[in-house]
């Protein structure tokens, strides 16, 4: 299957920071997912993006689809202790395509 | 809430044993996907039902199968379970394209 890489693979940072990570692929993703799961817990979507260089917000969370279409970026304005737990990227291969590829996450922890 | 239901929320069973995994989509969800999540790893796809007809297969073993009923409800039959079959399985209910998932809380399935 199709490789995303994540990272960092794991973060530490002190409440109020900000935080930036990435996913990149060999393979060009027509769509492009952010999600976040916490422990014990399924992942919830937080930002879809359709179109290379889209930029889309939600709250303190901006992601972007990289210009190659290989790439995407999410970044969190001014943490919280909440924003802690394990952040997925998924992309989908074509606009017909019928599985999602994940990332290997990236693990946030929010020092207070 | 997603709105996604799994059942059991964890498992204990031996090797070489079957057990089977319960999922209950949104109400007015065609599509359920069912994904595998080892240990501090991404989501792995497994397999897609779209009103009870399989539409994708990923990286999903010869011993185990799924399907999905009348009332949309799937399931998840793991069967001649290896140690290495212990993960979390999470299902994922969508009413339109597969950027649009909500997942459910997931199943802990340890096999001893």
């Known amino acids: 299957g199709q490789q995303l890489n994540q990272s960092p693979q794991s973060m530490f940072i002190q409440e109020g920071e900000d935080v930036s990570m990435n996913c990149t692929s060999s393979s060009i993703f027509n769509t492009w997912l952010w999600y976040k799961q916490d422990p014990g817990e399924g992942p919830v979507l937080l930002i879809a993006l359709y179109k290379a260089g889209e930029l889309t917000s939600n709250g303190r969370l901006t992601a972007q689809f990289g210009i190659t279409r290989k790439d995407s970026f999410l970044n969190i304005s001014a943490s919280i202790p909440s924003d802690v737990g394990i952040y997925f990227c998924a992309g989908q291969l074509s606009t017909g395509a019928n599985n999602l590829f994940f990332g290997t996450g990236t693990r946030l922890t929010v020092i207070p | 809430d997603s709105g996604v239901t799994q059942t059991p929320k964890h498992l204990i069973t031996a090797t070489g044993q079957r057990v089977t995994l319960r999922c209950s989509p949104r109400s007015g969800d065609l599509s359920v996907y069912w994904y595998q999540q080892s240990l501090d790893q991404g989501l792995q796809f497994l397999i897609q039902?779209?009103?009870?007809?399989?539409?994708a297969k990923g990286n999903i073993l010869e011993r185990f199968s799924a399907q999905q009923f009348p009332d949309l409800h799937s399931e998840l039959n793991l069967s001649s379970l290896e140690l290495g079959d212990s993960a979390l399985y999470f299902c994922?209910?969508?009413?339109?394209?597969?950027?649009?998932?909500?997942f459910g809380p997931g199943t802990r399935l340890t096999v001893l």
């Open positions: 039902y779209y009103n009870g007809e399989e539409r």
């Open positions: 994922a209910s969508s009413g339109g394209g597969v950027s649009e998932q909500f």
